[in-house]
């Protein structure tokens, strides 16, 4: 019933993800950085927006449904236009459990409430033009997106995935290798095709639908099998280590990746500015954010409003 990131959990991972931020950067000539409001690169696109079009990177919001509510989303516009600020919100989190005999698909209590409710927390962020994605991650069981057996049993799982989002109304589903713990109870270490064959498996079951990629653990490194990428099939793919820079490693264009991740229990509101910055200044497509509560940040989000849209944030409750 596992579904929340910890703080705690970003302790050991501090090292290695400085490493990979150092990594990224080294080899990348960055630009000088730009006075805050600056007009997008000309590859940013535009959506539609409640109230309005904006023009610049995706917004992402994961959403802790254990204690908060996905409407709080739908609660932030441009001050400028009254865009959206969020384009995707993220149920966290359902689970990948074993049952034995395989892997099915588990919602603990709050996040079945919210799927019972969607007419009541998710239609009204979809009538806003917010798109709503589940999060799909371990549950400590050994099982896990990399440790299928066979192209038939990934793709029973891609089955149930397509089935909750066709159920529910969804938009898409977002994978998150962490807390498998493969191995567990008798189950299998990953294996090279697994995750593999389950994206293909997806993207053939819901070829309209957002499929995007927490870039870390076992899956993440396993995106090639006997020459082919799945790389390309996924909508978007971000960075997991928050308050960091680190460009996921995943064969698309710089259009769909999202390097900054901003926590907003933890990332100073001058580190959420810069992230949004190098975001800008490199031309990327996906900014990630994470634990929206009901405290209103409108004055924290606008560090970055500021930098991806030119406008203020705007919180009506």
Do not use: C
């Not at 950085?33 to 610049?56: D, E, M, N, Y």
């Amino acid at each position: 019933m596992y579904g929340s990131r910890s703080v705690a959990r970003w302790l050991p991972l501090l090292a290695g993800a400085l490493a990979v931020v150092l990594a990224g950067t080294a080899g990348v000539a960055q630009a000088a950085p730009a006075p805050l409001g600056q007009s997008r690169p000309a590859t940013a696109h535009q959506r539609p927006g409640h109230g309005g079009a904006k023009s610049g990177p995706t917004s992402v919001a994961y959403v802790e449904v254990n204690s908060n509510s996905m409407l709080n989303v739908g609660k932030y516009t441009l001050a400028n236009g009254g865009a959206n600020v969020f384009d995707i919100a993220v149920v966290f989190a359902a689970n990948i459990n074993d049952n034995g005999t395989g892997a099915y698909l588990y919602f603990n209590p709050q996040v079945q409430s919210v799927l019972d409710n969607a007419a009541t927390q998710i239609r009204p962020l979809q009538a806003k033009g917010i798109k709503v994605e589940l999060s799909v991650l371990g549950n400590h069981q050994g099982a896990g997106f990399a440790n299928f057996p066979s192209r038939a049993a990934a793709a029973a799982f891609a089955r149930q995935l397509s089935n909750a989002v066709t159920k529910y109304g969804l938009d898409g589903i977002d994978f998150d290798d962490e807390y498998a713990d493969y191995g567990a109870n008798g189950t299998a270490q990953p294996n090279a095709s697994s995750f593999v064959y389950l994206v293909q498996a997806l993207r053939a079951d819901m070829p309209g639908k957002l499929i995007t990629l927490y870039d870390i653990g076992p899956s993440a490194s396993r995106l090639v099998y006997r020459g082919t990428d799945v790389g390309p099939l996924f909508d978007y793919s971000w960075n997991p280590y928050y308050d960091s820079f680190s460009v996921p490693a995943v064969s698309l264009p710089n259009s769909k990746l999202g390097p900054a991740a901003v926590d907003f229990g933890s990332t100073p509101d001058y580190d959420a500015a810069d992230l949004a910055q190098q975001t800008v200044d490199g031309g990327y497509g996906a900014f990630l954010t994470y634990d929206l509560t009901s405290t209103d940040v409108h004055d924290y989000i606008s560090n970055f409003t500021d930098v991806l849209y030119g406008s203020d944030a705007v919180h009506t409750p």
